[in-house]
Nanobody
Framework: QVQLVESGGGLVQPGGSLRLSCAASGIVFSVYAMGWYRQVPGKQRELVASITSTGNTEYPDSVKGRFTISRDNAKNTVYLQMNSLKPEDTAVYYC?????????WGKGTLVTVSS
């Protein structure tokens, strides 16, 4: 059974940092492209970081220079290091694993940026 489990969310003050983790099981992790998305109520889910099976990364301008995605294939885990957090980064963050035709989502972890 394919499963993605996110962890590391929580409450952080503006300017602070958090590291999210996503542990995968049931897939050959190393061949999957991995991504982190976020969603707030009433808005579409948006991509915040992606990493290919070969380690190429992409970020939207809204998080570029603040967020870093990385993967550890030995641990079947993808990470999202989030620095200089802003209140507008508040959202539920979801992990995604994709290798067509398979596309898998985790259940999400809540990140709240507030003083």
């Amino acid at each position: 059974q394919v499963q993605l489990v996110e962890s590391g969310g929580g409450l952080v003050q503006p300017g602070g940092s958090l590291r999210l983790s996503c542990a995968a099981s049931g897939i050959v992790f190393s061949v999957y492209a991995m991504g982190w998305y976020r969603q707030v109520p009433g808005k579409q889910r948006e991509l915040v970081a992606s990493i290919t099976s070969t380690g190429n990364t992409e970020y939207p301008d809204s998080v570029k220079g603040r967020f870093t995605i990385s993967r550890d294939n030995a641990k079947n885990t993808v990470y999202l290091q989030m620095n200089s957090l802003k209140p507008e980064d508040t959202a539920v963050y979801y992990c995604n694993a994709a290798r067509l035709p398979i596309n898998v989502w985790g259940k999400g972890t809540l990140v709240t940026v507030s003083s």
